[in-house]
């Protein structure tokens, strides 16, 4: 058994079940461990010192801000259906991220993809390629704009 995978996986389950009935608690730890056994090759989780920092990062610095930038853009998309006279400029753009792991780049592509009039379409080395609703420029001054917020939150959580 993998105890970072059996950690992890107590861990969601947790918070998918969200009480601290025993009966649940004690389900939550048979299954987590059950999970950990079966699958324990297939995962590649290592907790480290800057785990738990990285984890309240992300749950109370990054998922508000996601949760922020993704209100704005619903609201942007819908403004853009409900008024037909606004231009939209749509396009390919490619992007460069200086995050260096898989789930830190994975979770950048997820959150342009979450966030209405984007959607990551490829991911390539440290390159990101996007379809925008609106590309403002190919610039990296506009790029960054789009997506840096992200990218500056999830440095600080990942590495």
């Known amino acids: 058994m993998s105890f970072s995978v059996f950690i992890v996986t107590f ?25 950990s056994v079966i699958f324990k090759r297939y995962y590649n989780i290592k907790l480290s010192a800057k785990f738990i920092p990285g984890l309240f990062k992300f749950v109370f610095v990054y998922v508000p801000v996601f949760i922020w930038e993704m209100l704005k853009a619903n609201l942007d998309v819908a403004s853009r259906v409900v008024e037909p006279k606004v231009k939209v400029k749509p396009g390919f753009v490619r992007i460069k991220t200086d995050l260096k792991g898989d789930v830190a780049k994975l ?4 959150s342009i993809t979450l966030t209405p009039g984007t ?4 991911i390539k ?11 403002k420029g190919t610039d990296e ?19």
Do not use: C, M
Not at 119 to 122: F, K, R
Not at 125 to 135: G, N, R, S
């Open 125 to 135: 080395d440290d390159e990101l390629y996007i379809h925008w609703i609106e590309v």
């Open 119 to 122: 959607i990551t379409v490829d």
């Open 11 to 35: 861990f969601t389950w947790l918070v998918l079940t969200w009480t601290i009935d025993p009966q649940e608690i004690i389900v939550g730890l048979i299954v987590s461990a059950v999970i």
């Open 141 to 159: 001054e506009s790029k960054k704009s789009f997506y840096g917020v992200f990218e500056r939150i999830l440095k600080g959580v990942y590495e």
């Open 107 to 110: 979770t950048l592509a997820n």
